[in-house]
């Protein structure tokens, strides 16, 4: 069978320990046999980072803007044990927040779902995306404690010197007190991506606040949502026969997500996304089926696994064993890559590529070959629990057979 072409690379980013190791396989087996992979490789495992003193990091996303796509292994965040066992410079910043900054980007994640692990929400059809902002709100803040008797402002100094002053509190005793901020250009930008992702995917919209509590602050959120979509979207959603998009208080959005069937993006302020990611990831089921995708305002997309780099199987590989990691997420950052690419480069059979991927990885589980902590989850009678490496190797039987 001839390789299928590619026009415009594929950014490239590759990570650290075992997700690196996966991040081969995944080339050498699953890839590089039907395509000629084209990619523009940033390598941002640990190493090299410190050698190039994390400028590698910001190349890869300067390299994003320009291709439109990437994708990317999991990467170590030193902190201070990693600083010793790598023997670093200092202690470099995430990854994943360097490369954020730069796109000005939102991150929607979304679980793989497959018969025989079934969500603890009996209602959940289908998968439901979360979207958080990731600028601002308790994440910058200032804080401080309050000693009794003391009296807490908020100060706005404005250019031409123009102050206004609000007490927040004044003390009777010992308390605490919390400064937070946010953008019109984040919230907007937070907006235009989740506008412009569920316009890709085809999935309604939903964004929830406290704005009936928050009447400045949340309220911009709301105003800002309204106001962009009604410019700029309503006709574009109306074209493709979407629903509108829809607000409700982030209590109401709460109890009508658990009662859904799923098949949507809800779209969170940065700690309510923060919670919310972490409770729909358990509710689906396991990590290690949960997708990530960086999309900015402009609509540059990059793709990865939402979990890290599972160190403890890196440390057992290294011994000789043969882990059980499961490697559907990162097959998954690569498939939503390649259909991306193949999009935008107008070339229908890279997407369909993707899609057989895809299938076969789903089938091979549906069918009962999975990795350890899968097969704990799955109902799936007769299950055949594999390493990682077999794992790959009997997805890629399934993928031939879907090709052939
Ligand atoms: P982790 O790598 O996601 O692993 C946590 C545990 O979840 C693993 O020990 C494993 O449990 C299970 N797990 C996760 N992915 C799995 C997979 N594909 N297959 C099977 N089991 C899987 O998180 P972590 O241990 O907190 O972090 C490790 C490193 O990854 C850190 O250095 C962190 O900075 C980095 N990290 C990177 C990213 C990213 O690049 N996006 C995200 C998160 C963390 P068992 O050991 O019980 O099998
Ligand atoms: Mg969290």
């Known amino acids: 069978m001839a390789k299928i072409q590619m026009k415009t690379p594929l950014v490239e980013m590759d990570g650290d320990e075992m997700t690196r190791i996966v991040w081969q396989w995944i080339k050498e087996e699953l890839l590089l046999p039907y395509i000629d992979l084209k990619t523009e490789y940033y390598d941002l495992g640990l190493k090299h980072r410190d050698e190039t003193n994390d400028q590698v990091t910001k190349d890869s996303a300067y390299a994003t803007k320009k291709y439109g796509v990437a994708v990317k292994c999991a990467t170590i965040t030193p902190n201070a044990q990693r600083v010793e066992e790598y023997n670093l410079k200092q202690m470099w910043k995430s990854p994943n927040g360097t490369i954020r900054a730069i796109l000005d980007g939102t991150v929607f994640r979304a679980p793989i779902t497959v018969k025989g692990i079934e969500p603890y929400v009996k209602t959940w059809k289908k998968p439901i995306t979360i979207a958080r902002h990731a600028y601002g709100d308790i994440y910058s803040a200032v804080e401080s404690r309050c000693?009794?008797?003391?009296?807490?402002?908020?100060?706005?100094?404005?250019?031409?010197?123009?102050?206004?002053?609000?007490?927040?509190?004044?003390?009777?005793?010992?308390?605490?007190?919390?400064?937070?901020?946010?953008?019109?250009?984040?919230?907007?930008?937070?907006?235009?991506?989740?506008?412009?992702?569920?316009?890709?995917?085809?999935?309604?919209?939903?964004?929830?606040?406290?704005?009936?509590?928050?009447?400045?602050?949340?309220?911009?959120?709301?105003?800002?949502?309204?106001?962009?979509?009604?410019?700029?979207?309503?006709?574009?959603?109306?074209?493709?026969?979407?629903?509108?998009?829809?607000?409700?208080?982030?209590?109401?959005?709460?109890?009508?997500?658990?009662?859904?069937?799923?098949?949507?993006?809800?779209?969170?302020?940065?700690?309510?996304?923060?919670?919310?990611?972490?409770?729909?990831?358990?509710?689906?089921?396991?990590?290690?089926?949960?997708?990530?995708?960086?999309?900015?305002?402009?609509?540059n997309y990059e793709y990865e696994a939402a979990h890290g780099t599972v160190t403890a199987h890196y440390y057992k590989y290294l011994k000789g064993e043969m882990p059980s990691t499961n490697s559907v997420a990162t097959i998954f950052a690569w498939t939503g890559a390649l259909r991306k690419r193949g999009e935008l480069d107008e070339i229908p059979e890279l997407c369909n590529f993707a899609n057989k991927l895809e299938q076969a990885c789903i089938e091979t589980i549906e069918s009962g070959v999975m990795t350890r902590s899968l097969s704990i989850l799955s109902s799936i009678e007769n299950k055949r629990i594999v390493d990682g490496k077999e794992l790959l190797l009997c997805i890629k039987e399934r993928l031939d057979a879907l090709l052939a």
């Open 147 to 299: 000693p009794a008797e003391s009296k807490a402002e908020v100060v706005i100094t404005e250019k031409d010197g123009k102050e206004t002053r609000l007490t927040i509190k004044d003390f009777d005793g010992d308390g605490i007190v919390m400064g937070m901020h946010n953008t019109d250009a984040s919230i907007s930008s937070f907006a235009r991506c989740c506008f412009n992702y569920a316009l890709d995917t085809k999935q309604p919209i939903w964004f929830a606040a406290k704005d009936t509590i928050s009447k400045k602050y949340d309220h911009r959120f709301k105003d800002i949502f309204r106001e962009i979509y009604d410019a700029e979207y309503a006709d574009k959603f109306k074209a493709a026969g979407m629903e509108d998009y829809f607000y409700t208080l982030i209590d109401d959005a709460v109890a009508r997500v658990i009662r859904s069937e799923g098949g949507f993006i809800w779209a969170c302020k940065n700690y309510d996304g923060d919670v919310m990611s972490d409770m729909l990831a358990t509710a689906f089921g396991d990590l290690a089926m949960m997708t990530s995708v960086l999309v900015s305002p402009d609509g």
